[in-house]
């Protein structure tokens, strides 16, 4: 089952504008990890934040969490030709296991 | 550092014929993970091994598929009689531990089904 579900499905932008994209989950959650693939690639990290952090940043990334929406959002700022992935968000519940799951995924594609 | 190692990269199969992959983890992480991703879909975990123990198989069709972790390093995955709708890329990652965050992934192993 999927835990998280990413908004929208897909988005082009042009090269040096902004991107964003949302995930939202089902249950509580110790951690929720952003991740980007490039088409016929594994995944890459690209960045975890906590359950009692509100936002994170790391270069041109932003994430932020609203554990009360059981919601995630990535925005991507001066996105590049190179950002051309698809990004998904992934959850681990308090159940106890550590297991991560996976969102539907968002494809961004960007046009130089 | 050596990443996650996985063969064959793709491999071609008629149904009802079996099939195993091979994962090969970063040395010293503890936990490893099969995910099968469907073409436009995001990775749906098959099985969690910390060391050579399963954590969590409870997404795994075990009437096909079946995964090992012999001495706690590599992995194999085994999918037997293979259906049409096992087409799709299986990812092998491993962290560290388990909790401890960052998955790191390998290339995938995309399979098939005629």
């Known amino acids: 089952s999927q835990q998280g579900e990413e908004d929208p499905q897909a988005l082009s932008i042009q090269e040096g504008e902004n991107a964003t994209m949302n995930c939202s989950y089902k249950?509580?959650?110790?951690?929720l990890q952003w991740y980007r693939q490039n088409s016929g690639r594994g995944l890459v990290h690209l960045i975890l934040?906590?359950?009692?952090?509100r936002e994170k940043h790391s270069g041109r990334l932003r994430v932020t969490l609203d554990t009360s929406k059981k919601s995630s959002s990535l925005l991507i700022t001066a996105s590049r030709a190179a950002d051309t992935a698809s990004y998904f968000c992934?959850?681990?519940?308090?159940?106890?296991?550590?297991?991560?799951?996976f969102g539907t995924g968002t494809r961004l594609k960007v046009l130089a | 550092e050596a990443g996650v190692a996985q063969s064959p990269r793709y491999k071609i199969i008629e149904k009802r014929q079996s099939v195993a992959f091979w994962c090969n983890p970063i040395?010293?992480?503890?936990?490893l993970y099969w995910y099968q991703q469907i073409l436009g879909q995001g990775p749906k975990l098959l099985i969690q091994?910390?060391?050579?123990?399963?954590?969590?198989d409870s997404q795994l069709p075990k009437d096909r598929f079946s995964a090992e972790r012999l001495k706690g390093v590599d992995s194999t995955l085994k999918i037997q009689p293979a259906k049409l709708e096992d087409s799709a890329v299986y990812l092998c990652?491993?962290?560290?531990?388990?909790?401890?965050?960052?998955?790191?992934f390998g290339e995938g192993s995309r399979l098939t089904v005629l």
């Open positions: 990652a491993s962290s560290l531990t388990s909790g401890t965050g960052e998955l790191f």
């Open positions: 249950t509580s959650i110790n951690n």
């Open positions: 934040i906590r359950s009692n952090e």
């Open positions: 992934a959850t681990d519940s308090t159940s106890g296991t550590y297991k991560y799951i």
């Open positions: 040395s010293g992480h503890a936990t």
């Open positions: 091994f910390q060391n050579n123990g399963v954590v969590d």
